[in-house]
Nanobody, 115 residues
Framework: QVQLVESGGGLVQPGGSLRLSCAASGMIFSIDSMGWYRQAPRKQQELVAAITSGHSINYADSVKGRFTISRDDAKNTVYLHMNSLNPEDAAVYYC?????????WGQGTQVTVSS
């Protein structure tokens, strides 16, 4: 069974940094796009960043210049490096990946930004 497991969330002060990781495991033949979404309380889920198998990247305007998405295809892992975090970045972050032509989701990891 294919699954995505996220890690790296937690509490950080404003201006701080975190790195999220999401590893895919199971019977994997191909992974196309991988990405991160987030959902804050009382807000709709939004795309944060995505990276294709060709390493084309797309960012939400709100995180450009602060967040960096990358992937390690040998490890079937996608990362999200988050810098200059502010309270508006606080949310549950979900990993998303197109694996074997099926979209999969991780369980989510909480990011809290507070002093």
């Amino acid at each position: 069974q294919v699954q995505l497991v996220e890690s790296g969330g937690g509490l950080v002060q404003p201006g701080g940094s975190l790195r999220l990781s999401c590893a895919a495991s199971g019977m994997i033949f191909s992974i196309d796009s991988m990405g991160w979404y987030r959902q804050a309380p009382r807000k709709q889920q939004e795309l944060v960043a995505a990276i294709t198998s060709g390493h084309s990247i797309n960012y939400a305007d709100s995180v450009k210049g602060r967040f960096t998405i990358s992937r390690d295809d040998a490890k079937n892992t996608v990362y999200l490096h988050m810098n200059s975090l502010n309270p508006e970045d606080a949310a549950v972050y979900y990993c998303n990946a197109d694996i074997n032509a099926n979209v999969r989701w991780g369980q989510g990891t909480q990011v809290t930004v507070s002093s």
